[in-house]
């Protein structure tokens, strides 16, 4: 192989290697993100919860949710199963967990009891930022336990 041979290999192997550099460093990147992105996502839903505006509320739904649920349905599914979330008297977040494009974080709802209904929302990032792609109850607990996890 002629020098010109072995220079155009050894600046290709150079060009494979920047690229995975630079990919490895905007995969790390995006992992670092700050948690208050998701919370406020799902404090921006809560907000219009409160409000009783389900327009609002459901602009924070992810895209494929909205492909399967209507405004109505979604609307009625908010008084139905998930009428606690305006009750409650404040909102604590738990652990979040971020993999890719998905997150998932506890929130925990105390009512004016003391008692603590958990929900783990999960979210998903799309071009205009975090949106809520679902939440299930988890079973509750009594009054008077502790909770970990950030205040809002």
Not at 3 to 30: P, V
Not at 127 to 152: C, E, F, M, N, V
Request: net charge positive; hydrophobic share 40%.
């Amino acid at each position: 192989m002629n020098r010109r041979g072995k220079l155009s290999l050894l600046l290709f192997c150079f060009c494979i290697c920047a690229t995975a550099a630079l990919f490895h460093y905007w995969e790390h990147r995006q992992e670092r993100m700050r948690p208050v992105e998701l919370f406020d996502a799902v404090q921006q839903q809560l907000i219009a919860f409160r409000a009783n505006d389900f327009s609002s509320a459901y602009h924070q739904a992810s895209s494929t949710f909205q492909q399967h649920w209507s405004l109505d349905q979604f609307s009625t599914m908010i008084r139905n199963d998930y009428s606690r979330i305006s009750r409650s008297e404040r909102v604590e977040f738990g652990p979040w967990q971020r993999r890719g494009r998905h997150a998932i974080v506890e929130v925990f709802f105390v009512n004016h009891d003391g008692t603590v209904q958990p929900c783990v929302y999960s979210l998903i990032s799309e071009s205009d930022g975090w949106k809520i792609d679902g939440a299930r109850w988890i079973r509750g607990w009594p009054q008077g336990q502790r909770l970990r996890g950030l205040r809002s």
